[in-house]
C-alpha cells in the first residue's frame, strides 16, 4: 500500500529540493511524482483543489504548474474532465519551448545521464561566435565539445563556446566536466532565455565514435542563451541523434 504523503510533507520537500517560482517549485515537485509512477499512464491526477490544497498554495499556481507539465508532454489536460497522465512510456522527450539542462531532463526521464568531453580550449572567437555573443574576436571563449548519452547510449553531440569573461577559472573547470547549467547556477550566471533554430540535418562529420549514427540523422538545436540582463553567455549547436530524443511542442486553439 503506498503511504500517503501530507501537505506538510510537499511543503519540506519545495523548500528543500526545489527553487524558483513557487508554480516552478509545485511544477517540478508534480514532475517527480509524475515519473516516479505515482500515477499510471491514463490515469486521472487530482484536480486544482485537492493539489492547491496538498501544496498550500492559490489554484492559479497550480493551473500554471498543470500547463507547464503540459507542454512536457507529461500529462494531458482535458477541460471539464481533469488532467490524465500522457504514456510517454521510456523515451527522454523535453518540452521545445523549456530551457532546462538536457543532462537533468534525461535523469528525470529515469535514466542514467553522462557528459563526455572530446575537447575544452580557451581560445578567440571566430566571427559567428563574437556576433552571436556581442564580443570581439579579439575576446577569449570557451569552446567544449561533448557528447551526451542516457544509460550509455549517445543520444547528442554538443559543440557550445561561452563567454570566458562571465566565467571563473573554478567554473571553467566545471562546464569542461558536467552541466554546463549546474555550473553557472554556482555564480549566478544561470540563463534566463534563449534565441534557438531548429533544424533537420543530414551529415557524416557531425559526432564522432560509436555513438555516431550511421545514417547522419539529427535534430539540430541551435541556440544563444542570455542572461537576466540580456547579455549572451553562451552560443552553441546541439545535435540530437534521430530518434534519440523527443521533443513536444503543444499547440492548442
Known amino acids: 500500500m503506498r503511504k500517503k504523503i501530507t501537505s506538510i510533507g510537499f511543503q519540506k520537500n519545495l523548500s528543500k529540493e526545489t527553487s524558483g517560482s513557487l508554480a516552478d517549485q509545485v511544477r517540478d515537485h508534480l514532475r517527480k511524482r509524475i515519473l ?11 484536480g486544482e483543489f485537492e493539489l492547491a490544497a496538498q501544496y498550500k498554495v492559490a489554484r492559479v499556481t497550480i493551473r500554471t504548474a498543470l500547463r507547464s507539465l503540459e507542454t512536457q508532454g507529461l500529462i494531458d489536460i482535458r ?14 522527450r523535453a518540452g521545445l519551448q523549456e530551457l532546462r539542462s538536457i543532462t537533468q531532463t534525461i535523469r528525470e526521464m529515469g535514466h542514467k545521464a ?34 551526451i548519452t542516457a544509460d550509455g547510449e549517445v543520444v547528442a553531440f554538443s559543440y557550445d563556446t561561452f563567454n570566458v569573461e ?87 486553439i
Do not use: C
Not at 561566435?129 to 565539445?145: K, N, P, R, W, Y
Not at 534565441?195 to 533537420?200: D, K, L, M, S
Open 79 to 92: 477541460h471539464g474532465s481533469g488532467a490524465y497522465i500522457a504514456d510517454f512510456g521510456d523515451s527522454v
Open 36 to 46: 516516479n509512477h505515482e500515477w499510471q499512464a491514463g490515469a486521472k491526477i487530482p
Open 166 to 252: 562571465e566565467l571563473t577559472p573554478a567554473v571553467i573547470r566545471r562546464i569542461s566536466t558536467g552541466s554546463a547549467f549546474a555550473a553557472l547556477d554556482s555564480i549566478r550566471k544561470h540563463p534566463v532565455r534563449a534565441r534557438a533554430e531548429i533544424h533537420a540535418i543530414s551529415s557524416k562529420e557531425i559526432g564522432w565514435g560509436r555513438g555516431r549514427p550511421p545514417s547522419g540523422l539529427y535534430l539540430l538545436l541551435r541556440q544563444v542563451h542570455y542572461l537576466r540582463n540580456g547579455s549572451p553567455i553562451v552560443t552553441g549547436d546541439t545535435y540530437f541523434v534521430e530518434g534519440k530524443f523527443q521533443f513536444i511542442i503543444h499547440r492548442t
Open 114 to 147: 553522462e557528459m563526455i568531453t572530446r575537447s575544452s580550449e580557451v581560445r578567440k572567437a571566430t566571427e559567428k561566435e563574437a556576433l552571436d555573443l556581442q564580443i570581439t574576436q579579439e575576446s577569449g571563449v570557451l569552446h567544449i565539445e561533448r557528447a
